[in-house]
């Protein structure tokens, strides 16, 4: 099998899965109980979330939440930023559906929100989020590297757009594709929120974070034993925490080799999907070389998925959260017309792979274009 869709989720590294076990086996205390055993992994799971804060930049009094997951972690900072219903707030409109219809949800309930338009290279619009901002913007979310393009925004200058003009706004920022890939800089680029995954990489899933600076205060969604500063209730999920910090040091002992190697794969790719006369490449040349969006025109992206699935080759169709709907919102709003959005596959790497894997796929692909043009 080769596997492409890593921006769905990846296999988990042997190590956390042994982690994990060993964890739930030998360690399966509530670190909520005031034994000693609890004590000490309380302690553990502490250290976990100064390591999270080692690795963003956070500084001292900012706090890390953790979570089920990143969709968890979008709604908490989203919701439990909602306290003024008379103010704005922008969300751009690249993000991903666990954003998206969160911020369509509070619309519904009468708050002010407005929508960032992203450009055709699928970054948001800095001009128009200039024209955006004023002392009314509260909340402010966009993501750090786009799940369905990889385009990453420029999220420093984002934060000087906005600070100029909504200096007490709250900048939001989801980082699970960027997360363990790239550098993250929560004080450099003045992120207040960030959300986190697991299963990005080389994670379990079921098990996310969210970065809160110090400077806010979320108001709780739910309500229970007050654990994760009142923010989060519910048993702590230690055995999952410590898993995800074990994935999280795997990657960043060789997050510049990972990168380059993800690159050159992407630039292979690249080079080899040139010869199809009807692909569009929606992913722009400085964007995360794990995600690759291919445009396939006058295909449709599901057919082409199946094809390659039936050879052993998987692939993406866009975010795994909503593949299921027609079309592709993030697309759309880059300018893509529908015709061209039904050929869209999305090509996701991590570490096992390879060109040979590039191969293939180029193989099975050509075999397809054999086939529907007999």
């Given at each position: 099998m080769v596997y492409l869709d890593n921006a769905g989720t990846t296999k988990?590294?042997?190590?956390?899965?042994?982690?994990f076990s060993h964890e739930s086996r030998e360690e399966y205390f509530n670190i909520s109980a005031i034994y000693q055993e609890s004590f000490d992994l309380s302690k553990r799971v502490d250290e976990a979330r100064r390591y999270f804060l080692s690795i963003i930049g956070g500084r001292e009094g900012d706090r890390i939440i953790f979570t089920s997951g990143a969709t968890e972690a979008n709604n908490i900072a989203i919701?439990?930023?909602s306290q003024m219903k008379n103010k704005r707030f922008l969300f751009s409109s690249g993000e991903h559906p666990s954003v998206y219809n969160t911020a369509i949800?509070?619309?519904s309930q009468g708050y002010n929100v407005d929508f960032i338009p992203i450009q055709r290279n699928g970054q948001v619009d800095y001009d128009a989020l200039d024209n955006m901002c004023d002392s009314e913007v509260c909340f402010i979310s966009t993501m750090l590297v786009s799940n369905e393009t990889g385009a990453i925004n420029d999220i420093e200058k984002?934060?000087?757009?906005?600070?100029?003009?909504?200096?007490?706004?709250?900048i939001h920022v989801d980082g699970v594709q960027a997360l363990g890939k790239i550098s993250i800089d929560v004080k450099k680029c003045h992120i207040d929120l960030l959300s986190m995954s697991s299963h990005k990489i080389g994670g379990l899933k079921g098990c996310g974070?969210?970065?809160v600076s110090s400077n806010?205060?979320?108001k709780p969604t739910y309500f229970g034993g007050g654990q994760e500063y009142g923010i989060r209730s519910g048993t702590v999920n230690a055995s999952a925490v410590l898993s995800f910090q074990k994935a999280l040091e795997m990657r960043m002992n060789n997050l510049e080799q990972n990168y380059k190697k993800a690159e050159e794969i992407k630039n292979y790719l690249l080079e080899r999907v040139k010869k199809y006369k009807n692909v569009i490449v929606t992913s722009c040349k400085d964007g995360s070389p794990y995600i690759i969006s291919l445009l396939f025109k006058g295909n449709r992206g599901e057919t082409i998925q199946r094809f390659l699935s039936s050879r052993g080759i998987l692939v993406g169709t866009g975010s795994a959260c909503s593949s299921k709907k027609v079309g592709n919102r993030v697309l759309q709003e880059m300018g893509y017309t529908k015709d061209e959005i039904l050929g869209a596959i999305r090509i996701s790497l991590f570490d096992e792979n390879t060109k040979e894997h590039i191969d293939s796929l180029i193989s099975a692909l050509d075999k397809y274009f054999e086939k529907i043009n007999t």
């Open positions: 988990p590294y042997d190590e956390v899965v042994e982690k919701l439990g930023s949800f509070l619309k984002i934060a000087h757009i906005v600070k100029a003009k909504s200096p007490k706004a709250i974070a969210l970065y806010v205060n979320l």
